[in-house]
């Protein structure tokens, strides 16, 4: 089961995950009824970005467009894309999408699970380390300043899996 899985995780797919009625947990390329979608991800992105995420009816505290806060039309993440699923201990790239570009008076901050990851303060794409086995959600936030006005992205949520020592490929012959 978990080999099939592997094999997804070289190319970009959608796996489906359900529980039988004993409580054994399937993963299937095809969908069953009340199955869970699971996009898996490239092991890797060679570049490519993913469209950015916007919701040009939200409004800032002042009534401005959010799309339009500190002159930004496009201020979002693009990747890990929402609901993300990485495995093994693959590269995971962190790429925000922003345009116009980043004003040079702006800082740039990330957070991954509401903490600040100092060491990519003012990157727009960089990968994060390998990650244990979980949930995560990451955002970034662009600060003016001169005027203390900030702007956050949407958080993104992905998963990590690592196989389990029960898989075969781990079992001793």
Known sequence: MLATLAAFAGHAAVVYKWTD???VVHYSDQPEPGAEK???APSSLNGAVAPARSNPDAAAPNGEPAT???GYAQFAVASPT???VFF??????VNLTVAPALKLNHTLTWSLNGKELQDHANSARFNLPTLERGTYAIAATVSDPETGESRS???????VR???LLAPQHQKP
Request: proline content about 11%; charged content about 15%.
């Open 68 to 70: 339009f806060i500190l």
């Open 162 to 164: 690592q196989p389990s």
């Open 38 to 40: 699971i996009h898996t």
């Open 82 to 84: 929402p609901e993300q």
């Open 21 to 23: 009625a004993a409580g």
């Open 88 to 93: 093994g201990d693959e590269p995971i790239t």
């Open 153 to 159: 992205t949407d958080s993104v949520t992905f998963f």
